[in-house]
Each structure stands twice: as C-alpha cells, then as structure tokens.
C-alpha cells in the first residue's frame, strides 16, 4: 500500500533562512512524489514533481526537493524563507503500478503548517 | 485560461440532506478526480472519471457517488449527510492521456458544513 508520513505538523522560521519540510514515503516500485502548497481558504497548488533522473528537483517559488531512495524521503527546501512562503504544505505520491486511467489517485501526507517570521 | 472551477464554494446543511458539488476542469483536460479534505487532515481520494467512466474510487461510503458529463464536468453527490461529511470537497483535472508522471491542476474547492 501506498503512504506517506510528514513527520512534523509545524514548522517555524525566520525569514532569510533556509527551512526544511520532511516527507517520507511508502511504496511499490519506483514512486512518483510530488510536493503542493494550500494558503488559507484555497485549493492546493503544485510546487514540483520526482520523476526519475537527478535526485535535485527545483520547482516554483525558489523551491527545491531532494530525493533519497535509501531513506525513501522527499525533503522540500528553500534556500531562503520569506513570509509569503507560510502555508500548508503536502507531500504525495502516486504508484507508478497504477493501471490504465486511475492515473489521478494520489496519497497525501497530513499536511506541515509552515510559519516564517519577519 | 480559467483554472479548475467549483461551485458553490460554500454551503451549510443539516443531517441526512443531501447535497451537489460541481466541478469544471481546464479546458481540455478529460479526467477528474474528487478528493474530501477534512480539517487538520490531507485530501483523501474519493472518484476519479475519465472519459465519463469511472476508473477509480476510494475507501468512502455508497452514499458518495458521482458522474462526469459529455463536456467533461463533474459532479459529486452525497446522500444522508453525516456530521462528519463536513470537510473541503477539492476536485482536481489532468490532461487526456496523461501518464502517471503528470501533476493534478486542483479547484479551490467547496467547503462543506454539515450541522
């Protein structure tokens, strides 16, 4: 079966420095993972995907994510918070098992409310 | 371009009422998936239709169902609401033909509180 566990509900920083979202996984074969961003009272916006290739993924808004398949994490990373960063961010992942159309199932993560102050 | 479209974005009923979510996906896009988003909790799978079949559903009751229609919006419904359907009902699309490798484009969604 598929998961994914964000260890940390909240994470606090100040603004300048680099933050770190955590995000491990639990899946068949090779996973696809991907990183989306909820601000208050909205839907849920993509930030950036692994797929395969370099384990670096750089994505929107400054944001990269770094994969490790000996620990089956996906970290998000900024090198440099700013308080328009604060929001709710979810991990996913998608079984690349999956099989004819049911392409749009994804497993998230609780969620991590990232802060960051000025 | 207009992004994924939901409507209403929110409404109140009461106990065994039933309620209709719709969702318009980007133009183009010929999948939709429905996911419920409790508070303080990730979004949760509920339908996926491609095509107007469905091709995926999630652990949720038979009082959930839902359709897609001939120009590829959807809808949700939920029959004899229960305190606990209260939550963020978030539809999200994705192209025709797309692989596994592809990211969902999701609505803002429709918050629903049941009373």
């Known amino acids: 079966a598929q998961s994914v566990a964000q260890p940390e509900d909240q994470v606090n920083v100040a603004e300048g420095n680099p933050l770190t979202v955590k995000c491990t996984y639990s899946v068949s074969g090779n996973p696809y993972l991907f990183w989306y961003v909820q601000y208050p009272n909205r839907g849920l916006q993509f930030l950036l995907k692994?797929?395969?290739?370099?384990?670096l993924v750089k994505g929107s808004y400054g944001f990269e994510a770094e994969f490790n398949k000996s620990q089956t994490s996906f970290h998000l990373k900024k090198p440099s918070a700013l308080v328009s960063d604060s929001a709710l961010y979810f991990c996913?992942?998608?079984?690349?098992?999956?099989?004819?159309?049911?392409?749009?199932?994804?497993?998230f993560g609780r969620g991590t409310q990232l802060t960051v102050w000025p | 371009d207009a992004g994924v479209t939901q409507s209403p974005t929110h409404l109140i009923k009461t106990r065994g009422q039933h309620v209709t979510l719709r969702c318009s996906p980007i133009s183009g896009h010929k999948s939709v998936s429905w996911y419920q988003q409790v508070l303080g909790q990730g979004p949760q799978f509920i339908f996926q239709?491609?095509?107007?079949?469905?091709?995926g559903r999630g652990n949720f009751p038979d009082r959930f169902s839902a359709r897609q229609f001939p120009n590829y919006s959807s809808e949700l419904n939920v029959n004899a609401l229960l305190l606990g359907d209260s939550a963020l009902y978030l539809c999200?699309?994705?192209?025709?033909?797309?692989?596994?490798?592809?990211?969902?484009?999701f609505g803002e969604g429709s918050r629903l509180t049941v009373l």
């Open positions: 999200a699309s994705s192209p025709t033909g797309l692989p596994a490798t592809g990211e969902l484009f």
């Open positions: 239709y491609y095509e107007k079949e469905e091709r």
């Open positions: 996913a992942v998608r079984a690349p098992t999956q099989r004819g159309s049911t392409l749009g199932r994804l497993y």
């Open positions: 692994y797929i395969t290739g370099d384990n």
